[in-house]
């Protein structure tokens, strides 16, 4: 059974740093590109970061680009994205997403999997 799980969310402070985990199960890590989506409320899911099978390549959205780093460790089947400076706007529900053949890139793509999501609330 296929599972990622996002941890690491939480009320935090503007200008403050974040670093969501997702751990996943089921499939071979190290197979699939991996990344990370959001949705703020009333508005639709957008990409935040992707990073490639080995990690050697990663890509971010524009509005983190500078302020957020995507990371893996294919040893323990987990992907990160360290949040830093964040501001209101980056409040959202932060969603892993996997994929064997597609590296997230952007918005519009079909991923094999995806997460629940964790909650990030960020206050002025």
């Known amino acids: 059974q296929v599972q990622l799980v996002e941890s690491g969310g939480g009320l935090v402070q503007a200008g403050d740093s974040l670093t969501l985990s997702c751990a996943t199960s089921g499939f071979t890590f190290s197979n699939y590109a991996m990344g990370w989506f959001r949705q703020a409320p009333g508005k639709e899911r957008e990409f935040v970061a992707g990073i490639s099978w080995s990690g050697s390549d990663t890509y971010y959205a524009d509005v983190v680009k500078g302020r957020t780093t995507i990371y893996r460790d294919n040893a323990g089947n987990s992907v990160y994205l360290q949040l830093n400076s964040l501001i209101p706007a980056d409040t959202a529900v932060y969603y892993c997403?996997?994929?064997?053949?597609?590296?997230?890139?952007?918005?519009?793509?079909?991923?094999?999997?995806w997460g629940q999501g964790t909650q990030v609330t960020v206050s002025s």
């Open positions: 997403v996997a994929d064997e053949y597609t590296v997230p890139t952007r918005n519009g793509l079909q991923f094999d999997y």
